[in-house]
Structure formats: C-alpha cells, structure tokens
C-alpha cells in the first residue's frame, strides 16, 4: 500500500512540475495556458519597432515577447527582481492582445494561474470542508453534543476547524495579491514602452 502511496505522490509532484513549467515557458503555445482569472480592456497603440529582433522587449521587472501570428503580447513577470523576492504557490502571468498595429487599438489583457495551483488550492478547501462537515455529523450521531462537556468540545473543535480555513483564505489572498500586484507593475511597464514608443513615432 504504501508503495502505491508513493507512486501517487511522485506522479502528483510530476504532473505540478509540469504544469508549471508549460505555464513559464516563454512561447506562444503558452499565450492560451493556465486557468483565466482576471481580464480587463483599454485603448492603446501596438507597434511592432518597440520590439526586438527576437520580438523579446526586456522589462524592469520582467520581460515582454511578441506574438504577431496569435496578435497577442505575453508578460512573464521575474520574481527574482521585486522586493519580495520569493515566488509564491500562485503565480501569475498575463497575454495582451491586440486588434492591429494602429493608434488606439484595443487591448484585452487577461491574467492566468496554472491549473495544477488553482486544482491544488480548490481540492485543500473542499478536503478540509468536507472533514469538517463529516466529523460534525459523526459526533452529532454519536451524541456528543447531548452534554455540555461534549457541546463545549464539539464547537471548539468546529471553531478550530473554521481557523484553519480562515487561515487558508488570507494564505491565498495575500499571494494573489502579491502576484497580481507584480504582473500589474510589469503591465505598466509594458504601456509605458508603448506610450513612449507612440510619442517618438508621433515626433517624427
């Protein structure tokens, strides 16, 4: 049994480590990746010339890669550069795409996190929900509430168990928003190199 255990395991840390290396690979056959979270639109000028001969556009926090073929634009934030510098369980990159290479065009930026982050994340609070309800119930029918010893422990118990969940929400909710804030830095500067880009075309 405990050989079958182990072989879930290796294959359960397997399947993370390839999920999130399909997520960082700087590609466009990741532009579609990861599990859709955010989104949001706005009105700004795509020119290819703020783009290298690689279609690679370094960042100060990270780095940009044109995908003319998918009409998208992929942000891959780096970690390593923020004040903060650890990655959490939920990272974040994000695809900008665009309608064409004009004045104002239409940017639909849409933020994603690996699938195997959001499963992991969804499957912690539906196991510790779930063992929550079924001991309550058990304990219910095996009448420990029936004294108030027995109530007293059975609400302290629950309380505990509500913590720990408590505490699993503000664990995610602070990476998100640290994460989110980091590709949100990065986004900026992407449109400030494209602003900046536009006004020297403009110029000239």
Not at 16 to 21: K, L, S
Not at 95 to 116: C, N, T
Request: a positive charge; one cysteine or more.
């Amino acid at each position: 049994m405990s050989a079958v255990y182990l072989l879930g395991a290796v294959i359960l840390v397997g399947l993370v480590v390839a999920d999130w290396m399909a997520f960082t690979r700087n590609s466009p056959s990741a532009l579609g990746y990861g599990l859709p979270i955010g989104r949001q639109q706005e009105m700004v000028r795509v020119t290819p010339a703020v783009f290298g001969s690689d279609l690679s556009l370094p960042l100060p926090h990270g780095a940009a890669r044109l995908c003319p073929d998918q009409r998208a634009i992929m942000l891959l934030p780096e970690w390593k550069r923020f004040g903060l510098r650890f990655r959490t369980a939920w990272p974040l990159n994000g695809a900008v795409y665009y309608d064409s290479f004009r004045d104002d065009a239409k940017l639909g930026f849409i933020k994603r996190m690996p699938w195997s982050s959001a499963l992991l994340t969804a499957l912690w609070f539906l196991t510790v929900t779930v063992g929550l309800i079924a001991y309550l119930v058990s304990y219910a029918h095996a009448g420990g509430f029936a004294s108030a010893p027995g109530a007293f422990l059975g609400v302290a118990l629950s309380g505990l168990g509500l913590l720990v969940l408590l505490f699993g929400c503000m664990v995610v909710v602070a990476a998100y928003r640290l994460e989110d804030k980091r590709l949100m830095i990065v986004y900026d500067e992407l449109r400030a190199a494209l602003r900046a880009t536009a006004n020297i075309d403009q110029v000239r």
